[in-house]
């Protein structure tokens, strides 16, 4: 079992950047695919998560459209830690932002994904016009 936890969301204005950090612990896997994922204010339910992007093992990298060219995911497989750079954040950025790992997790370009099946908690990250 691999525990996850995020950290590093809080509140910024528009065009501002956050980093967010995943930290890996248990039985970790790194053949896994890791990636990030965020749910809006008001989307309850689990299945209106949408896929920010992934990381494969070998270091190939996804990412949904609409955060292209301002979000970074990278990885530091010594400490076993996700990383998550957001810049020129946007109100529509609002969101809780978790992290995710599975072994053939994969996330698209239109936010759509499968195969993760480890979670973290989740960190808030709001943004203000």
């Known amino acids: 079992q691999v525990q996850l936890v995020e950290s590093g969301g809080g509140s910024v204005q528009a065009g501002g950047s956050l980093t967010l950090s995943c930290a890996a612990s248990?039985?970790?896997?790194?053949?896994?695919?890791m990636g990030w994922f965020r749910q809006a204010p008001g989307k309850e339910h689990a299945l209106e998560r949408e896929g920010i992007g992934s990381i494969d093992s070998d270091g190939s990298l996804s990412y949904v459209d609409s955060v292209k060219g301002r979000f970074t995911i990278s990885k530091d497989t010594a400490n076993n830690t996700l990383y998550l750079q957001m810049d020129n954040l946007k109100p529509e950025d609002t969101a809780v932002y978790y992290c995710?790992?599975?072994?053939?997790?994969?996330?698209?370009?239109?936010?759509?994904?499968?195969?993760?099946?480890?979670w973290g908690k989740g960190t808030l990250v709001t943004i203000s016009s």
């Open positions: 995710a790992t599975g072994l053939l997790g994969w996330v698209g370009y239109k936010g759509d994904y499968y195969g993760f099946n480890s």
């Open positions: 248990g039985n970790i896997d790194r053949s896994y695919c």
